[in-house]
């Protein structure tokens, strides 16, 4: 390509008798970036990158080897959900990673020494997996909550089978569902379910006898739309209702961290989970489904930041995998923030409304929730942000927004005017549909209590909480089967090349003009099944970019403030003498990506009703702090611009929570439990309190103090069954020593708010 670049430009000299500045301006404009190109492909090419630690189980540090935790910290590499019990028996403090697809090691280090351990959930087999390898007993299926069965239900093939991946999941069709190891990542089971038939053992499908009913005149058309509908479903599978952007990180670990496509109707992955499996702190493993455990549970369950156990399996609901059209169009940034404060607007209109009614009538407190979300699609400007997503392209002053339109749509407005019964509710519940009760089975059965495995893992248990130190016999046994094991002597191994070029802020929009370039594929236009329509980051996509050292930020911001928060983001990446793209822009590389996603009910996910409730969620990348070989300590300062976009984010003007499992987290000291989730926080508080009574899976005071109760008397302001006791006197919902930062002493950066 050069050759030819080069032989057009000569004979263009030739012909026009040009100058030689002239011609050393066409050389600019048309060879270097040609070079740039095809060396950045080398630099994207060159190697194939190190395998994530879920893969390799290397050392426990974060995907690119970064946010490392402490070389002391043990680390286990389970294959059985046995191994797993054992494990968190045995050891004081515990936590459990993926992928290290996280850039909060707040989150994702157990401790820094050899009195904690971080768990490896890749390897663990629970769904499908032999039960006497499992927990030796015939009665662990019970136990480990795979109570469905018979012809309802697809299982995969044996783990052992040359199709072990498809091992990992099992579909039931009649309750529209798919249970999945929780060490699977979500693009595994996104392929899986793409690639799943309904076949003899998926039992019958409701829908079939909506069809076969005689149809009237009135509904021939939304026959026609039912007919199509599941003609598609034998070439295309299901999928999940909604589903992210990076796709490559386990799926445990995504529900947990409330992860999320944008999606007003389907929220995030937590919101489309319906039970879990989970190994307790005493090393019982227990299950939890959203039809038979206390509500109040499931709400800590749905986001629980691996605070309530080791997950081992998810159910999830799914949807079939319908074509949808996926329509993209570039305009200006303000454009698209006159969009966000229209829609803005009218969800505070209809947000004071409902809340004046609540403030003038006795309602529960789930009435007030559904009030609320309804108002993310009680208008035409909300109902335009559903599932819709946009690409910022920060340097070249450029958005790109993605809308899609689903053939579900259709036959939902016509299911409202002839009102007939919509496939959507007949199939999945729906969030408000949830059949609660207060009669959970989350205990496991009596007999299988008194296996003798479970009687050495509680000893192992209760001796390693009262001495702080793991239980020798069950660690010496675990170090000889080779699931427990020190960290590799050069932990952590960074994956990533430093290139100094992306830290020139005058290469900016070079480098913004290639991510724009890379992402044309993603947002092309056209119709596609689900799964390929919604924007997720190809494997090749994946393999590329994580071989150049980020962070990434992610904030959730209340849709109310929504409009004024782009705004103000907007006018701080413009030049304010010549409105030009200028300021704060140059300190982007990739696009910035925005989502939305409605009210959820899970005690900690950001988009909670007392957190920031229905919101819009930023998501940036600074590509800037490690392009420097020489500065391999270099601060998040460094790159100041976008450090200036994470304050706007995290002010007042727009009161961004933090994504759990992003970068940007405060000191500890500076994060404030209550003030950022009300009582919400309280509430997972007390779940959390009476399902790990020792804080075994709370990390080390010298990683963090996220998860602190100073301040909280839990003993006295939480019920055995884990509830709240708001009312109690001295229950008020608080942390204390917060506001100071404990490892400098200096007082913590940032408005209050």
């Not at 209702?241 to 007003?264: C, K, R």
């Not at 899609?404 to 496939?423: A, K």
């Not at 590329?544 to 990446?573: K, N, S, W």
């Not at 996910?605 to 590509?623: H, K, R, W």
Request: net charge negative; hydrophobic share 35%.
């Amino acid at each position: 390509r050069q050759r030819v670049h080069a032989g057009t430009r000569d004979a263009r000299v030739v012909r026009r008798g040009t100058k030689r500045t002239h011609h050393a301006q066409l050389t600019f404009r048309f060879v270097v970036p040609t070079v740039f190109t095809f060396l950045t492909f080398l630099c994207f090419h060159a190697r194939v990158t190190v395998a994530e630690l879920g893969t390799s189980a290397h050392d426990l540090s974060n995907f690119q080897g970064k946010h490392a935790c402490a070389a002391g910290l043990r680390m286990a590499i389970p294959q059985t959900v046995g191994d797993v019990a054992a494990v968190v028996a045995a050891f004081p403090k515990v936590r459990a990673v993926g992928v290290g697809h996280s850039w909060n090691k707040q989150m994702f280090c157990a401790g820094e020494d050899a009195n904690a351990v971080d768990v490896v959930s890749s390897q663990v087999r629970s769904v499908n997996f032999e039960t006497d390898n499992a927990l030796g007993s015939s009665n662990s299926r019970a136990l480990l909550g795979s109570d469905t069965a018979g012809d309802d239900t697809n299982r995969g093939s044996n783990p052992n089978d040359a199709d072990a991946d498809s091992s990992r999941f099992e579909v039931n069709l009649s309750k529209m569902t798919v249970k999945s190891d929780a060490g699977a990542t979500v693009r595994d089971v996104l392929d899986f379910l793409e690639n799943h038939r309904r076949g003899d053992g998926d039992g019958d499908d409701d829908d079939d006898e909506l069809l076969k009913q005689e149809s009237s005149d009135e509904t021939q058309s939304l026959d026609v739309l039912r007919s199509l509908r599941d003609k598609d479903v034998s070439s295309d599978g299901y999928t999940l209702p909604a589903f992210p952007w990076f796709v490559d990180q386990t799926i445990g670990g995504a529900v947990a961290t409330a992860t999320h496509g944008s999606s007003l109707r389907h929220g995030s992955l937590s919101s489309q989970l319906t039970a879990m499996t989970l190994v307790l702190a005493n090393g019982t493993v227990v299950a939890l489904d959203e039809e038979n455990t206390e509500p109040h549970v499931f709400r800590a369950a749905r986001t629980n930041l691996g605070r309530l156990g080791v997950v081992v399996d998810v159910t999830m609901r799914i949807v079939r995998n319908h074509p949808v059209r996926k329509t993209s169009f570039d305009l200006t940034p303000e454009a698209f923030v006159r969009k966000v404060e229209k829609a803005s607007a009218k969800f505070a209109e209809c947000e004071d409304i409902a809340m004046a009614i609540d403030s003038s009538e006795m309602t529960s407190d789930e009435q007030r929730t559904e009030r609320r979300r309804q108002c993310a699609t009680a208008s035409p400007e909300m109902r335009r942000l559903d599932e819709t997503q946009a690409f910022w392209f920060f340097p070249l002053g450029k958005v790109t927004e993605v809308s899609f339109s689903r053939l579900d749509d259709f036959e939902d407005d016509l299911s409202v005017l002839l009102g007939v019964e919509s496939h959507l509710v007949h199939e999945s519940g729906g969030y408000a549909n949830a059949a609660w009760n207060t009669t959970g089975d989350e205990s496991p059965p009596p007999d299988s209590q008194t296996t003798q495995d479970q009687r050495n893992n509680a000893i192992a248990s209760a001796t390693s909480r009262a001495s702080g130190a793991p239980h020798a016999s069950s660690l010496r046994g675990l170090e000889r089967r080779g699931v427990v094991a020190d960290q590799p002597r050069d932990a952590p191994r960074d994956v990533t090349e430093n290139i100094k070029a992306l830290g020139n802020d005058n290469l900016a929009r070079l480098f913004a003009k290639q991510w724009e370039r890379a992402s044309v594929v993603n947002v092309a236009s056209g119709v596609f099944p689900a799964r390929k329509s919604y924007l997720t980051m190809s494997e090749q996509q994946y393999d590329q970019h994580d071989q150049f050292g980020y962070d990434q930020y992610e904030t959730c911001v209340p849709m109310r403030l929504a409009g004024q928060c782009l705004a103000t983001i907007a006018r701080a990446t413009r030049d304010e003498n010549t409105g030009d793209v200028g300021a704060d822009a140059f300190g982007f590389r990739s696009q910035g990506l925005i989502r939305f996603v409605n009210e959820e009910s899970g005690y900690l996910a950001p988009t909670n009703g007392l957190a920031s409730g229905t919101c819009m969620y930023v998501n940036i990348e600074d590509f800037v702090r490690y392009a420097d070989d020489d500065d391999k300590d270099a601060s998040p300062d460094k790159n100041k611009s976008l450090q200036n976009i994470v304050s706007i984010l995290r002010s007042n003007t727009c009161r961004g929570r933090l994504h759990w499992g992003k970068a940007g987290w405060p000191s500890p000291g500076c994060f404030n439990g209550p003030n950022e989730f009300g009582k919400s926080w309280c509430h997972f508080q007390c779940v959390a309190f009476r399902m790990d009574p020792g804080d075994k899976f709370v990390p080390s005071d010298s990683v963090s103090d996220v998860f602190s109760s100073s301040g909280f008397d839990r003993e006295t302001c939480c019920g055995f069954d884990g509830t709240y006791l708001s009312e109690k006197q001295g229950c008020e919902c608080k942390q204390m020593n917060k506001g100071f930062d404990l490892i400098s002493g200096d007082a913590c950066p940032g408005e209050t708010w």
